[in-house]
């Protein structure tokens, strides 16, 4: 395709609940972003790919967040054990390569946790 | 804390004006972006820069590395820029850091 998909666009999870979200990058992307934007706040950073390789993944809020990029190109952000402080918007975005590059955004999943 | 801040936070504009928001910045960056979010949409890069100035149709965008400030301009504004309008900055490494950014509502 020709930008960022993600998919679903939007969850509806209850507490407790497992919750897999989806990002396609721009085919030939190398790298690949995740970023949580919570009502009315910039995003903020979870975590980055440069192809499989998760270089960088400090902004996990907890060990209850895991993202994969096993093939260095569709990438999938989980949340175990949802909390409603999960309640947010997750973004992906990806670039041509390393953050030195241009990031093109998706338009995001809004997870709600009830 | 390295801190990115936006200003103002809520701009309202007629049509046709001149529109200027403002990032300042804790300390020195690799590079800052500006970006553009619409609604239930999604974000657009408008711009990367790490010094002098660009320009792309109405929107310019300067930086002073000096003085840790940047600034979007917007030449001839329009409704369709209603939008939330975000700076984010990279001091090294992979993370950006985003401002809570400014929303402009464009008035015909």
């Known amino acids: 395709g020709a930008g960022v998909s993600q998919s679903p666009r939007y969850k509806v999870a209850k507490r407790g609940q497992d919750v897999a979200l989806r990002c396609d990058p721009i085919?030939?992307?190398?790298?690949l972003f995740w970023y949580q934007q919570a009502l009315g706040q910039g995003p903020e950073f979870l975590t980055y790919?440069?192809?499989?390789?998760?270089?960088?993944k400090s902004g996990l809020p907890s060990d209850r967040f895991f993202a994969e990029r096993p093939e260095g190109s569709v990438s999938t952000l989980k949340i175990q054990r949802t909390q409603q402080e999960d309640s947010a918007v997750y973004l992906c975005?990806?670039?041509?390569?390393?953050?030195?590059?241009?990031?093109?955004f998706g338009a995001g999943t809004r997870l709600s946790v009830l | 804390k390295n801190e990115v801040e936006q200003s103002p936070q809520n701009l309202t504009a007629q049509e046709g004006e001149f529109i200027t928001i403002n990032c300042s910045y804790s300390?020195?960056?690799?590079?800052l972006h500006w970006l553009q979010q619409h609604p239930g949409g999604g974000i657009v890069s408008l711009f990367m820069?790490?010094?002098g100035k660009k320009k792309h149709g109405r929107l310019i965008a300067t930086i002073n590395i000096q003085e840790k400030h940047s600034s979007l301009h917007i030449t001839a504004s329009h409704p369709r820029d209603s939008a939330v309008y975000i700076c984010?900055?990279?001091?090294?490494?992979?993370?950006?850091?985003f401002g809570t950014g400014t929303s402009l509502t464009v008035i015909p």
């Open positions: 975005a990806s670039s041509l390569a390393g953050v030195q590059n241009i990031q093109y």
């Open positions: 085919s030939g992307h190398v790298s």
């Open positions: 790919f440069q192809n499989e390789a998760q270089l960088d």
């Open positions: 300390v020195g960056i690799s590079a």
């Open positions: 820069l790490s010094s």
């Open positions: 984010a900055v990279r001091w090294g490494g992979n993370q950006f850091y």
